[in-house]
């Protein structure tokens, strides 16, 4: 079964609102988790990387104002992005590694959709 | 990490050998050459991951020469349900302890 669990799968907003998205570790604990969006038909896009109990790390030309992450626990990471606009709808993917693995475990994805 | 080249597209019947080449030639010493698969709005699964000559598992055949500038991922018979986006990736051997930097992938498209 799954390890790594996000939700909600699918998302709609409009213009201008927040919507929060949460990985979380299943069974295990992740101090580390990656955070991915994808746009159709593209590869996957490292975003940023969440770190439990610190600042998350985000990829060069990721707005960190823009795309909030929460790491606050050993299971549960968040990425929120605020005020949103159409160019944000895209499929928002997390990872996490598991310890005794080498393997990352992804999560199902979100699809965020924008109008 | 050593960036790696793989062929955007391939087609296969139902029941083929689908071989996927991965040319990665600046890998380093201390890379793993790892594969994932990706269907459709899910993320991706891992399927493999080796460091030299041959590795198999259950789902798949990963072939690695000596020089380790390129890799094979083998799929045995293939089936529809094969149908799928595939990764290949230089990692390190922390593997998912480290940020992952995705290609392009080989998308595979198994007819009946």
């Known amino acids: 079964g799954a390890v790594v669990s996000q939700h909600p799968s699918r998302v709609i907003c409009k213009s201008g609102t927040s919507v929060k998205i949460e990985c979380r570790s299943l069974?295990?604990?992740?101090?580390?988790m990656f955070w991915y969006r994808q746009f159709p038909k593209k590869s996957l896009m490292l975003m940023a990387t969440?770190?439990?109990?610190?600042?998350?790390?985000?990829e060069q030309g990721v707005e960190k104002d823009k795309f909030l992450i929460n790491h606050a626990s050993l299971t549960l990471s968040t990425l929120t992005v605020t005020s949103a606009h159409p160019e944000d709808s895209s499929f928002y993917i997390c990872?996490?590694?598991?310890?005794?693995?080498?393997?990352?475990?992804f999560g199902q994805g979100t699809r965020l959709t924008v109008v | 990490l050593a960036k790696t080249t793989q062929p955007i597209s391939m087609d296969s019947y139902e029941g083929q050998e689908v071989n996927i080449t991965c040319s990665h030639n600046?890998?380093?010493?201390?890379?793993?050459i790892t594969w994932y698969q990706q269907f459709p709005s899910q993320g991706p699964r891992f399927i493999i991951q080796?460091?030299?000559t041959k590795v198999t598992n259950e789902v798949a055949s990963l072939f690695i020469p000596a020089d380790r500038k390129s890799s094979t991922l083998s799929l045995p018979r293939v089936s529809l349900s094969d149908t799928a986006v595939y990764y290949c990736?230089?990692?390190?051997?922390?593997?998912?302890?480290?940020?992952?930097?995705f290609g392009a992938g080989t998308r595979l498209a198994v007819h009946p």
């Open positions: 990872s996490a590694p598991r310890a005794g693995t080498t393997e990352a475990f």
């Open positions: 969440s770190n439990e109990g610190s600042k998350a790390t985000y």
């Open positions: 069974d295990f604990q992740a101090t580390t």
């Open positions: 600046n890998i380093a010493t201390n890379d793993y």
């Open positions: 080796g460091y030299k």
């Open positions: 990736l230089v990692t390190l051997p922390s593997g998912g302890y480290n940020k992952l930097i």
